[in-house]
């Protein structure tokens, strides 16, 4: 897999002007709260104009270019996690897979050309109350009339649609709903329906939206729950044919290719994140100091000690390499040539290994930045926040997890060879293979008791092992400095110091005193590695200077004082 990362992309200078404008400005350091209300309405309209200034193509949906996954990377996202979570729904699920049925359905066109421009907007209505990773097995129905039109039914409330925030919000919208199709009396499997829901004001005749609300500590998604009672669609609203698929399981991941897709892409604003996180927490560290040892000793940075540097650099070597990682998932999963098997493969590696390792990363730099790492206006708490949500968006990780390592282990495919059979990495990934074999040549059936209780307990970690494996190969692909690149290996290895330690002889300490060359390696180059994140013009946290803390300090609001002349009481 190719990792190099690409040129700039053609709207960057745009979105760039775009994040100047007083709509983007980070509400954290204004005096006051904003309401929910107030937040929701400010995601929504940064969706819009962020989409707007994108501009994406059709072909560039279609065809998954490098500017496809530059929509994705954007470091705007990173000022409102909602924003991006709309505009993914929109352009990735909706958008995406409505434009797989353009060409025998070329009435479709217009819908898409609306929401490219997002004058409509689009929800993607698949998971159920009661089906979310099962969700082959929904139960919402959609029965043929014998004059060609369809009626689109929530049997009970268990089937009502699950998340999607489509409540009306001052913009029309559509839904691209999944639903059995039945014909004749015949289940005909899942297909996709266009569902108008709302003009914007109030949704359309049959239609139920209950408001779910946020998550808390997050910008408002608003999720809610949708129902529909007996809604009379136009023959039209059907994507596909009538015809009952010949392999129901094949049928259906073709269906829902875009979630795969949607796996990706959803870790690029997580990398972002990081990216950030470790910037703000290297500066921080470098200007935070402390009393030295000895009475009249200079102060030092709080850097220099190893609790400190340590969880800095090693973030910094995971935000590089991750993103080296997304680049070269990127583009295997572009390539048509690779089959779909793989392509979700890849999609699901790279899924769990970066929601595991930027979560605990995120957490680690919160807590080196002491009290001012809780504190939403430095940002790192907020993404902490902001990003528990991609452990399930487009999939859980670890049930997604479970489903490639049976697959892997009974054989149904096998993943790309690796880049080097002799690294240290792929002999851990092989080691866990074979010791998850052994257990399974002792086990009947993978449905069974004993396959739940010995080899799915396994998978995470094995899935784990792989990410590390390939993002190491996709850092080194894209020419990443070996300092970097070693440290990342030294600390990828430390993640199983048992096994390394039990199956190849690789002592414990052998292993703290590799990680520790490493990171003595990499010392004289943190100032350098923390500019090269590149995300400087969006960390605004107010502790990344003297001057910016200053500048906060003086912005808050002070409490109502009863003057110099009253005294205090205790």
Known sequence: MSATIPAAPSFQSRIQALAKTPLFQ??????????????????????????????????????????????????IFSVDGASYVLLSIQLNLVVQTLSTYLDKQPDLKPLIEQLLQF?????????????????????????????????????????SKYMPPSAPR???????????????????????????????????????????????????????????NNVRLQKSALLGS?????????????????????????????????????YIASRYSQRRTVAGHGKGSPRVPIISFKTQYRPVLIAIAHAHVLKALYWSTARFFSDLSNPMELRHAMATIQKLLVQRTVQEGMFVLSERC?????????QIAAFCDE????????????????????????????????????NILYKHEQGLFAETREAVSQIKHHRSDLFNRFVLPRCE???????????????????????????????AVRTDEG?????????????????????????????????????????????????????????REVSPCHGDSVKSKL
């Open 461 to 491: 970690k094995m899935t784990m092992s792989i990410g590390h494996r390939v993002a190491y190969e996709a850092g080194v692909a894209a020419g990443l400095s070996p300092q970097l690149t070693d440290l990342y290996l030294a600390s």
């Open 26 to 75: 980070p509400r954290e350091l204004l005096p006051g709260i904003t309401s929910y209300e107030e937040q929701r309405q400010i995601s929504l309209q940064r969706t819009v104009v962020i989409g707007k200034a994108m501009a994406p193509s059709l072909d560039t949906v279609r065809n998954l270019p490098d500017e496809w996954w530059h929509i994705h990377s954007d470091p």
């Open 387 to 422: 990003m528990r949500g991609s452990a399930t968006a487009e999939g859980d990780a670890v049930v997604l997890s479970l489903r490639l390592i049976a697959e892997l282990v009974i054989g149904r495919y096998d993943l790309p060879e690796p880049k080097d059979p002799n």
């Open 499 to 555: 096994w390394y330690s039990e199956k190849m002889g690789y002592p414990r300490e052998a292993q703290f005193r590799a990680e520790d060359d490493a990171l003595q390696a990499a010392l004289p180059f943190l100032k350098q590695w923390t500019e090269e994140l590149d995300v400087k013009e969006y960390a605004w946290a107010p502790i990344l200077s003297d001057e910016k803390w200053a500048e906060f300090f003086n912005s």
């Open 119 to 159: 004058d409509i907007i689009g929800q993607f209505c698949l998971s159920e109350v009661d089906h979310g990773l099962d969700a082959r097995n929904i139960e919402t129905t959609v029965t043929r009339l014998p004059n060609g039109d369809l009626i689109l039914h929530t049997p009970h409330p268990g089937a």
């Open 370 to 378: 002491g009290g001012q790492g809780l504190m939403g206006y430095n």
């Open 242 to 278: 009538l015809d009952k698929p010949k392999n129901e399981r094949r049928h259906f991941q073709e269906l829902i290719w875009a979630v795969a897709c949607g796996a990706i892409v959803f870790a690029a604003p997580i990398i972002t994140c990081l990216r950030i996180s470790a």
């Open 170 to 228: 001052g913009i029309p919208g559509v839904g691209l709903v999944f639903a059995r199709l039945i014909v004749d009396g015949e289940d005909r499997g899942i297909r996709g329906f266009v569902v108008p829901i709302s003009d914007g004001q109030k949704t359309y005749p049959g239609i139920t939206v209950r408001v779910l609300g946020g998550r808390p500590g997050t910008k408002p998604v608003e999720h809610c729950i949708t129902t529909f």
